[in-house]
């Protein structure tokens, strides 16, 4: 037993440390961290699959195979991250900004998926987001 209480010390310890740390600084807009991969073309940030169902159909499969509804929940509704699925966008609801968000990530949870997604699948991603109708009566609508 007190083999397993040395062997776990260092473990604890390397918790307790990367616990205290602050929390990063958050990143300016114009300031995205590169993942790598090639960058999406700076002039032509218009959906070439807006209004497609196949496209929105497979960007609803990618949204749960990468788990971003692990954190946005099914239908992308909200749960830890934000709804995707109300209209209301911090960082801009048009193609480009969506596309930025999911490519570069924001500050504070989203990740970067640049790096691991080709900007095809970015898109059938922003159009599947894009096809969500917000739902009748929102919660939040008074606030």
């Known amino acids: 037993m007190a083999v397993r209480a040395i062997?776990?010390?260092?473990?604890?310890?390397?918790?307790?440390?990367?616990?205290?740390?602050?929390?990063?600084?958050?990143v300016r807009y114009e300031q995205h961290v590169f993942a790598g991969g090639n960058p999406p073309p700076a002039g032509s940030l218009e959906n070439p699959f807006r209004g497609d169902q196949r496209s929105a159909a497979d960007g609803e499969k990618l949204f749960s195979v990468f788990n971003c509804d692990g954190c946005h929940s099914l239908g992308a509704v909200g749960g830890q991250g934000p709804s995707l699925a109300d209209g209301r966008w911090r960082y801009g609801g048009a193609d480009g900004a969506i596309f930025h968000s999911i490519y570069f990530g924001r500050p504070r949870g989203m990740p970067a998926f640049g790096g691991v997604l080709p900007p095809e699948a970015?898109?059938?991603?922003?159009?599947?987001?894009?096809?969500l109708a917000p739902a009748a009566d929102l919660s939040t609508e008074s606030w």
Do not use: D, E, R
Not at 123 to 130: A, F, G, I, P, R
């Open 7 to 26: 062997a776990a010390a260092p473990l604890l310890a390397l918790l307790v440390t990367s616990a205290q740390q602050s929390v990063p600084p958050s």
């Open 122 to 131: 970015i898109w059938k991603l922003v159009t599947y987001l894009q096809q």
